[in-house]
């Protein structure tokens, strides 16, 4: 009776998932026809345009707000509760295996999307006067944003990094006078110097400027600083054992019902998707001159994508775990199509949880450590587009990289893509980075706008599959860790069972042949002596 409705709920629960997946979809069919056929309908209304494009992208608008609603509690609850279930030693083999498998993906990322560009020289002089857009974009220091990503990394205050994070600011400002600024006024006009009259009060003097650094908080979650943390506050409460077992609970079902209202939001989620690539696609004005212009640079980052994401990536999960890595893809199909829509990884995160743990079956405690972790610094898309648009740039200003130069563009755009935030066109700011590390004009990235949101969906799509089958790989590595954990705790679980039953023992009623007492439990009175001696023997010690 109970493997019949076991298989009934698995059944109906697959059901469910096809039908997401399917409208999942088709929706995003008809976001990218519709969107094509509003914007065709826009270009003829240009008084209405504004107003209709935010009734057209408004239910996606409210799919990103939920989603990004569940990221903190999602966040929190799924890095405790994964880290309470390890011991120490697992939890650190299984942080080592994702963090070699993070950076070498994002490394052959970088190094692919190098070969890519140079092989196909997207980049032409030509295009740089077609496409100019004036925007002005502040010097990044290389050195700055690397400390402030381990500032981030341990914040002040846990609530204000709920809603902040630190950044080094550079700023022109005047000089402070010197001492002989202060002195030069008090010398008496007039007076001749070698024959020749000074005339230093009709000498206009113009203040020197210099830039000055300092640390200002920016909107947007830290979610660096937060993880950092709930990982130290996991792994102390697993140590603490069952002083903490009240804690793992509450998390434990914090994470469950989470859990359960992604469950409902993804049945909103075709919807919301659908929304958000109309919206998107009918804002082009002229979709045809952007891809005349820049259609080679946008076939340079796709081809890319599709290598590392169809290819690289497949060949490293079945090159270690021997199992068919397109039928993974099958399973995490949503979570890929949900990134497109979106645009964020951390905002795909629910998704993603949904998709690795009730439709793959990878355990808990690995998905709960691996994917906040991965959705924060494993982007290998990301990585991949700024090393393509860095080259491009240089390309399109006649520049020539030497072979240093280039090692430094894969180098910079690797670890610019650990610090990149979760969020959508990311990796236009971390781009200023890889921009001035090589000498190259940052304000070029504004040629890189008009294509901007598609390739930013497409990047983030793959490093949500790069987190997914990172998720798969470390799972697979861990499995007999994971086996060793609960036969311990079976064991332990067993060992309580027989201590709680001799604590609720009866009163003595009868002795042994040696004359020592034996206890009777009430639910085994009818079990011969000495076969009930055996049984509790260990544990009396008789």
């Known amino acids: 009776m109970v493997q019949d409705e076991s298989y009934r709920n698995v059944v109906i629960n697959g059901f469910f998932i096809i039908v997401i997946l399917m409208q999942t979809f088709f929706s995003s069919f008809l976001g990218v026809i519709f969107g094509s056929l509003f914007g065709c309908l826009l270009r003829l209304l240009p008084p209405l345009d504004g107003n209709i494009l935010i009734l057209i992208s408004f239910p996606g608008d409210i799919l990103m707000r939920m989603l990004k609603m569940l990221i903190l509690p999602l966040i929190i609850s799924s890095l405790i509760s994964g880290l309470a279930g390890l011991d120490a030693k697992s939890s650190g083999r299984m942080g080592t295996r994702a963090m070699v498998y993070y950076m070498s993906t994002t490394v052959l990322a970088a190094l692919l999307g190098v070969i890519l560009v140079l092989s196909i020289h997207p980049g032409n002089p030509k295009l740089k006067k077609q496409v100019s857009v004036s925007i002005k974009n502040e010097e990044v220091s290389s050195i700055d944003a690397f400390l402030d990503l381990i500032r981030n990394l341990f914040p002040e205050n846990l609530v204000q990094a709920c809603f902040q994070q630190i950044q080094t600011v550079s700023k022109k400002v005047p000089a402070p006078p010197s001492p002989l600024d202060l002195i030069r006024p008090l010398n008496v006009t007039g007076l001749s110097i070698n024959g020749s009259q000074s005339n230093s009060s009709s000498e206009t003097s113009v203040p020197t400027m210099v830039t000055q650094k300092k640390l200002e908080f920016k909107g947007g979650m830290n979610v660096l600083g937060l993880i950092g943390f709930f990982i130290a506050f996991g792994i102390s409460m697993g140590k603490m054992g069952e002083q903490a077992k009240l804690m793992a609970d509450f998390f434990n079902i914090l994470n469950e019902i989470i859990m359960r209202l992604v469950s409902m939001i993804m049945w909103y989620s075709p919807f919301g998707i659908a929304s958000l690539i109309c919206g998107k696609i009918a804002a082009i004005k002229d979709l045809e001159t952007v891809a005349r212009q820049l259609g080679m640079y946008m ?21 270690i775990t021997r199992k068919n890595p397109y039928k993974f893809y099958g399973g995490i199909f949503q979570a890929w199509i949900t990134a497109l829509g979106t645009a964020s990884s951390a905002g795909t995160l629910p998704v993603t949880f949904r998709c690795l743990e009730e439709n793959l079956k990878i355990d808990k405690r690995v998905t709960r450590f691996v994917l906040p972790i ?92 790069g987190d997914s089958f990172g998720a798969g790989i470390i799972y697979h590595l861990s499995k007999g860790e994971l086996a060793a954990i609960d036969a311990k705790h079976d064991a332990k679980d067993g060992t309580d069972m027989v201590k709680l039953h001799m604590m609720n023992h009866d009163s003595i009623k009868k002795p042994t042949r040696e004359g020592v007492n034996t206890p009777q439990f009430s639910g085994y009175a009818s079990l011969p002596t000495d076969e009930y001696e055996v049984q509790v023997e260990p544990s009396l010690h008789l």
């Open 299 to 319: 076939v340079t980052v796709i081809v890319g994508l599709v290598i590392h994401g169809g290819m690289i990536l497949p060949l490293i999960f079945f090159s």
């Open 374 to 465: 991965g959705a924060t610094i494993n982007m290998d898309g990301t990585a991949l587009y700024e090393a393509v648009a860095a080259i491009f740039i240089a390309q399109m200003n006649d520049v020539s990289l030497d072979a240093g130069q280039i090692a430094t563009v894969s180098l910079t755009a690797t670890l610019a893509s650990v610090g990149a935030a979760s969020i959508p066109s990311a990796g236009l700011v971390t781009m200023l980075l890889i921009l001035t590390a090589v000498g190259l004009p940052t304000q070029d990235i504004s040629l890189l706008i008009a294509v901007d949101w598609l390739l930013d969906r497409m990047r983030t799509s793959i490093n949500v599959v």
